[in-house]
């Protein structure tokens, strides 16, 4: 499947020289374009980037490490601020390891034709017939008690709210992301209740595979994540 109209994706990049692969983002549909976004690496990610910056690839490098939230929102807004990207009505964000392949891209704005009005669609890595989802049990079970916690906390009916990728309409990318998060990880979680008015659909990809050197080790963080997810609903209640 084909794109028939331009889409941007941010890719927030932390130390990802080992794991990048450039040639798999200039093969995809030449109606995607890349926002890099260079995190504080401490290796050699913007070395392996900057020679291939062009009309599709830009790179954005930050100073110093701000984590995935943060590196999300400055590459947003930065899509938001430059006037090249002005004609472009979606953009979002894709993790670099491309967990989930580019080629799902297209099918993302097929799913969104399906409806009537779309806001957001969020990918969602669902176990069914016809999907090929790489993951390890620990992970799955982990992700499933995730969504039963948001559900009793805040009545987010999201199967799966840490798939990173998204997209997003132009209109809703500065309520989305115009302030900073209060997690550096589980940012998704704020999104959905800034949106809560809008409408926000999943769709469940084809294909994701889990890809080694992940960032993110959940039971290293879970402290983190419990008390990220307590300051959050102390924030939202207001809402």
Known sequence: MQLHEKVCLVV???????????????KSDPHIFFIFVDDGSGDKTSQIIQPHCNGRLHLLKLEKNVGKAEAVR??????LENDFFSGIEWAGFWDADLAT???????????????????????????????????SQK???????????????????????????????????H??????FISRWIFDVEILLLLKDHEVIEYPVSS??????????ITHQIFRILTDLWKIRKKFKQY
């Open 208 to 217: 994701w595979e889990d890809v080694a050197g992940s960032k993110l080790k």
């Open 139 to 173: 992970r799955h079970i982990c992700g499933r008690f995730f969504a039963t916690a948001l559900f009793l906390l805040f009545r987010i009916g999201s199967y799966d709210t840490q798939c990173g990728a998204k997209l997003f309409r132009r209109a809703v990318i």
């Open 175 to 180: 309520k989305s992301f115009g302030a900073p």
């Open 12 to 26: 927030p990049c932390y130390n990802e020289a080992a794991r990048l692969k450039i040639p798999d983002f200039l």
């Open 101 to 135: 392949p580019l080629s799902e891209v297209p099918t993302f704005l097929h799913y969104i034709s399906l409806y009537k009005k779309v806001d957001a669609i969020w990918g969602s890595r669902v176990f069914r017939l016809g999907s090929k989802i790489v993951r």
């Open 74 to 79: 400055k590459g947003m807004l930065y899509f």
